[in-house]
Each structure stands twice: as structure tokens, then as C-alpha cells.
């Protein structure tokens, strides 16, 4: 089993101290054990479906959505993936926001398993330490890579980084589109949904709020 790093454990903490963790119970199973697990629920429901799985292909189709969800779509409920972050001192005294636009965000609706595909827009006020500009990236692809709700993901990213930057001035804004509700049931093609997080001054200062909300994509 691979040993967390400090930033892994320090995330989690928070979130779990926030009642902000996606609600999950340990079953001890490795990836290896989940992936075989998966495979044959999924050999099973697809014989439910009447689908053959003799046919060349659709054989592989069970093994193929147990490695997607285990090693890549939900790759994320394990804190073994979290990235690793880099921060370094603010020596150059920054006391701007630092802001990052249009991250590509692909996560999965907990409800319907089905894609949510939007971006998020990331800011912060450096303090005493400067994070990696790619690692404001990973830290969305890492808590998008789970079965999720907007909310509960905008909030993740959120705590994450107010904790590794040991700062409350952080905002996270998300637009996504939800193919559960483009592709199926109310099946609005056009819709989209925004969530945003403020934190500390981006909450509590007006024009610190709207600097960083007039940079939102939408
Ligand atoms: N708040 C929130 N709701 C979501 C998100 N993703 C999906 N949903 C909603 O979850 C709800 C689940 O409602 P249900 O009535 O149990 O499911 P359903 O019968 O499939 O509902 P319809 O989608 O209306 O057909 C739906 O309204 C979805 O649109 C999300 O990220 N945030
Ligand atoms: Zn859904």
C-alpha cells in the first residue's frame, strides 16, 4: 500500500473536519481486488441486459469499464493519487490574486454515473507560500475523477486549497454541463450549471469578489 504524503492526509482532514469528504466506507479491497470485483458485477449486468458477451466486441467491455473506473474516472477516492504539490516561498511579496481560468474539469454525476463536462476557474491572495501554477489543475482533475455532485466538488477544491496555501482567500467558480441532464430525462441540451466558493476576502471584500467573479467563463 502506498504511503500518503503529508499534503494528502492534511486535505483529507480538512475535509473530513468540514463534513465536506465524500461519504465512503472502507472495505480494505486493493485497486487489484476492486478491478476484478468490477469486472465480473459488470459481465453480470451486461448478461442481464441480454447483451452477448461472447460477441469480439464486447467481451473486453467489463474488464475495459472496470479499469475506467478504477484506475481512471474514479481514480480519485484514493488518496493514494493525490497530486503532489509544489509550493514554494512568496519571495516576490505577490499580494495580487493569482488566478486560473478554464481548467478542463470532466467528472462523473454520483446520481446517474454519467459525465459532467465543464471548467473552473481557480483564485487566490499568495500569503507566506506560491503553489505550482499545474497543481491548482490537478487538484480539480483529482477531486473530479470521483463520483461527484457540482456542489460537494466546487467546496472540495476549495478546502484544499485554503488548506495547503494555509490561507481562507481562495475562490472556485464551476460551469459544467450534466449529461444527466442533457442525455437523458428532462434532456436540456442547452443548460448549464455554475457553482462558485468564496472564501475569506474574496467573501468578504466586494471588489475582491467581483474581480474574480467578472473572470468566471460562462
Ligand atoms: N444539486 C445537484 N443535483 C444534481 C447534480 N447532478 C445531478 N443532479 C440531480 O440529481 C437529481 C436526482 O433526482 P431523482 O429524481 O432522484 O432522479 P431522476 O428520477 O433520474 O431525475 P431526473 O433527472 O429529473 O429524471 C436530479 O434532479 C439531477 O438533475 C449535481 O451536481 N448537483
Ligand atoms: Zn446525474
Do not use: W
Amino acid at each position: 500500500m502506498t504511503a500518503l504524503s503529508d499534503a494528502a492526509i492534511r486535505v483529507r482532514s480538512a475535509l473530513e473536519a468540514r463534513g465536506l469528504e465524500t461519504p465512503m466506507r472502507a472495505n480494505n479491497l486493493t485497486l487489484d481486488e476492486k478491478q476484478a470485483r468490477i469486472t465480473g458485477l459488470m459481465t453480470e449486468m451486461m448478461d442481464v441486459l441480454g447483451l452477448d458477451l461472447e460477441d469480439d466486441s464486447l467481451a473486453e467491455t467489463p474488464d475495459r469499464i472496470a479499469k475506467m473506473y478504477v484506475r481512471e474516472i474514479f481514480s480519485g477516492l484514493d488518496y493514494a493519487h493525490f497530486p503532489k504539490i509544489t509550493l514554494i516561498d512568496n519571495k516576490m511579496k505577490v499580494d495580487e490574486m493569482v488566478q486560473v481560468r478554464d481548467i478542463t474539469l470532466t467528472s462523473t454525476c454520483e446520481h446517474h454515473f454519467v459525465t459532467i463536462d465543464g471548467t473552473a476557474t481557480v483564485a487566490y491572495i499568495p500569503r507566506g507560500k506560491v503553489i505550482g501554477l499545474s497543481k491548482i489543475n490537478r487538484i480539480v482533475q483529482f477531486f473530479a475523477r470521483r463520483p461527484q455532485v457540482q456542489e460537494r466538488l466546487n467546496q472540495q477544491v476549495l478546502v484544499a486549497l485554503q488548506t495547503l496555501l494555509e490561507s481562507d482567500d481562495v475562490a472556485v467558480s464551476i460551469t459544467a454541463t450534466h449529461y444527466c441532464v442533457k442525455a437523458r430525462g428532462v434532456m436540456d441540451a442547452t443548460s448549464t450549471t455554475t457553482t462558485t466558493s468564496l472564501g475569506g476576502i474574496f467573501k468578504s471584500r466586494p471588489d475582491t469578489r467581483q474581480e474574480f467573479l467578472s473572470g468566471v467563463v460562462r
